[in-house]
């Protein structure tokens, strides 16, 4: 088994296990391997730290640039966030922005609620005063929780 370090296209890194380096050539070609923060299938190897070539020039500065990258601690604490908003909150699906109100203007009980709504029904809870914030949620915590 080969424990292998990955990347997908927005800089999140994480671990991949595989019987050979076939069989994740192949998992490549077929984008069956997915990021487990965002689901993106652009996914490409790491090198080892025995291949990292610590002489090369540095590359030329072309002036300011800005760039995020995530650290597996930092990872790992949005992660243990995002679980725990999905633990204490009620899934309202595509009856969110109505539940809200509801909620808002004493019609419910009071509690923490998650589902969908578009840019524009934030954008009319938020000037009813009614605090909302987007939560994107990685593809692998959609599912139930463990």
Known sequence: ????DLRCAHGHRFEGWFGSEDELVAQLE???VECPLCGDTAVTRLPSAPRLNLTAAPPADDGPKQSVTQSPD???MWLQAVRHVLEKTEDVGEGFPEEAR?????EAPERGIRGR???AETDALREE???VMPLPLPPM????LQ
């Open 102 to 106: 509801r909620i808002h203007y004493g």
């Open 117 to 119: 709504a578009s840019r």
């Open 141 to 144: 915590l959609k599912g139930p």
């Open 30 to 32: 077929q984008a069956r």
């Open 1 to 4: 088994m080969k424990v292998l």
């Open 129 to 131: 005063g009614i605090e």
């Open 74 to 76: 930092l990872q790992a």
